[in-house]
């Protein structure tokens, strides 16, 4: 039994809108972030979906890469996280404003 | 048999996926998308990519998930409120996702001849062909993303430090 490549696609595109609809709706800055996680793995299973249509390892090479930035991400996202939680006591967007005209 | 196991883990993970953007608690949302992950890296075995697989359950499930649910935990993170910024989102982000949805899924079903499909062990990459790629012709670039790395290590210890 075999599954179309497009399968693949349609579901990493869902996914990939879900995380946009969270990334839009959620005020929490953390499930802001996660969102954000989410989307780039809907896009990594795009890239092996399409690694394994054209029979190419780069595919799974820029998974790998995307994959190491994301960790980077991670760190330093959730450091700045920590940060503004300290100076401002608060986790929601609507409030870390000052900037904001 | 390929086609099952599409289906069971597709469905989670459109359900973990789901259930991030419902629940309201962070907590809840950092579990299920625990659950998409490990999810997508069955689907990533399925695909023939037995290392992602592995790097996918090691650095996403493993250790970024771990670092959010911890970070999580830190600050105590409470349900988040409705405010007023919500409602806008809300009137913007849904139609604006089930658009990108939309057409994402139309050009992608409306190709679906031209591409081909995925068989179970139809075509597999080995570790040993990554890393043939990985250290052979992107060796610079790998030993880039190391200093990228520490960058990031040095990066997040500074910024969360208390400062005295």
Redesign the interface.
């Known amino acids: 039994?075999?599954?179309?490549?497009?399968?693949?696609?349609?579901?990493s595109?869902?996914?990939?809108?879900?995380?946009?609809?969270?990334f839009?709706?959620?005020?929490?800055i953390?499930?802001i972030?996660?969102?954000i996680?989410?989307m780039l793995?809907a896009v990594?299973?795009t890239f092996?979906?399409f690694?394994?249509?054209w029979?190419q390892?780069?595919g799974?090479?820029f998974?790998?890469?995307v994959?190491?930035?994301?960790?980077?991400?991670?760190?330093?996202g959730?450091?700045?996280?920590?940060?503004i939680?300290?100076t401002r006591n608060t986790?929601?967007?609507?409030h870390v404003d000052l900037m904001k005209l | 048999?390929?086609?099952?196991l599409?289906l069971i883990f597709?469905g989670l993970?459109?359900a973990g996926?789901?259930n991030?953007?419902l629940q309201r608690h962070?907590i809840n949302?950092?579990l299920s998308?625990i659950v998409?992950?490990t999810s997508?890296a069955v689907?990533?075995l399925?695909?023939?990519?037995e290392?992602?697989a592995a790097?996918?359950v090691i650095?996403?499930s493993g250790?970024?998930m771990v670092?959010?649910t911890f970070?999580?935990m830190?600050?105590n993170?409470g349900k988040?409120?409705?405010?007023?910024?919500?409602k806008a989102?809300?009137i913007?982000?849904?139609p604006?996702?089930?658009a990108?949805?939309g057409i994402?899924?139309y050009i992608?079903?409306k190709?679906?001849d031209h591409?081909?499909?995925?068989?179970l062990g139809?075509?597999l990459?080995t570790t040993s062909?990554?890393s043939r790629?990985?250290f052979r012709d992107?060796l610079l670039?790998f030993e880039v993303?190391s200093v990228?790395?520490l960058?990031?290590?040095l990066?997040?210890?500074a910024?969360?430090r208390?400062e005295h």
Do not use: W
Not at chain 1, 1 to 11: N, Q
Not at chain 2, 46 to 49: E, I, N, P
């Open positions: 039994m075999v599954v179309p490549i497009a399968y693949y696609l349609v579901l595109a869902i996914l990939f809108s879900i995380g946009v609809a969270a839009l709706i959620k005020r929490n953390i499930s972030f996660m969102s996680e989410l793995n990594n299973l092996v979906a690694a394994h249509q029979h390892v780069s799974q090479i998974v790998f890469f994959m190491v930035v994301a960790a980077a991400e991670a760190a330093v959730l450091a700045i996280i920590i940060a939680f300290r986790l929601d967007v609507d | 048999m390929h086609l099952v599409f597709g993970c459109v996926a789901l991030l953007l962070p949302s950092a998308l998409v992950m997508l689907l990533y399925l695909l023939g990519a290392f992602l790097a996918q650095v996403y250790a970024i670092l959010f970070v999580i830190l600050l993170a988040e409120e409705r405010t007023h910024g919500s989102a809300y913007v982000g849904f604006g996702a089930a990108l949805l994402l899924t992608f079903l190709q679906s591409l081909g499909s995925a068989k139809g075509y990459v062909d990554l790629v990985l992107l670039p993303t990228l790395i960058v990031a290590i990066g997040a210890v910024l969360a208390r």
